[in-house]
């Protein structure tokens, strides 16, 4: 339980992800300050009890406290949880960097790439804060279901034991499982990766082809990500845990999943500006397979999915001849990629 008059937590980032784990750990007895960027959107949480943009129909413990004053969110917090888009994650953390203190634990749960630099989210947060004590909150975890409170799993990620206990006990007892991890490389790579699958996945499914396409290409795209992980530093095991396949197979299989919607939407033929207009979400599939497809090309790496997919968005390429690129392509040794690496 929290100690009168603080805070356990500060949740950065009021959207349906942030709101849902301030939620997860509010329930479990904590307090949450929850940062959100506009005064109106604070005043909606603290009065009415409601995030209608992001969670319709959901009351909102007590507490969970919102505010639009960073400074205040972050101060005295022991754990920071950054919730917020890749494109916008560089500026929250440097605007952090100003309040934070270098003993605060420091974790995120973005599930992105910064495209220009190809930096993770934790190497960013190592350049723009003080912080040391990082890591990495993620899993198979759609935010509706988490709410709503159906079982779910995660794995925070982290170098230091004391990152990994002190999220543990947040999530105590909770629906939502938070398992840890040390290979904080291979969680941020399988969170961001699987976006792509995902939306190759809306794709097949817009189309009509069934649970067999799906599974060769959930299984093809999961070995591609291994093979892209292991290449930039993980550890192939991790993408058999809840960061890789876990992951994988929720956002790919899911209509709520924003990047598997994208895709279904895709295969009716409505151009990817006009895809992307009519989302009301970030969708970080898109600027995730253009991040992933120049450095598998720097690495020398044959990514076929993740080729196909840069080409649909970037390129002007039909799903159907996307998905005929693929099948056409020659067939060998299913796992002769990963061998060669390992």
Known sequence: MSAPGGFDLAVLGGGSFGT???TVVADRGHRVRLWVRREEQAREINEERTNGRYLVGRTLPEAVVATADLEAALRDAPVVLLVVPSRSFRDVARAMGNHLRGDQILVHATKGIEVESFLRMSEVLRQETCARKVGVLSGPNLAAEIVAG?????????????????????FRGAHLRVYGGRDVVGVEVGGAFKNVVAIAAGVLDGLGLGDNARSLLLTRGLGEMAQFGVAVGA??????????????????????????????????????????????????????????????????LDLPIVAAVHALLY???APADALGRLMALPVGDELAALRVQR
């Open 315 to 317: 390129d002007g390429l």
């Open 150 to 170: 159906h079982p779910a799993g995660a794995v925070v990620a982290s170098r230091y034991d004391e990152v990994v206990q002190a999220v543990q006990r947040l």
């Open 235 to 300: 550890d192939v095991f991790t993408f058999g845990g809840l960061a890789g396949v876990g992951d994988l197979s929720a956002t790919a299989g899911s209509k709520l999943s924003r990047n598997h919607q994208v895709g279904e939407k895709l295969a009716t033929g409505a151009p990817v500006a006009e895809v992307l207009a009519g989302m009301r979400y970030v969708v970080e599939g898109v600027p995730t397979t253009a991040a992933v497809h120049r450095r598998a090309r720097q690495l020398g």
């Open 20 to 22: 849902a784990l301030s």
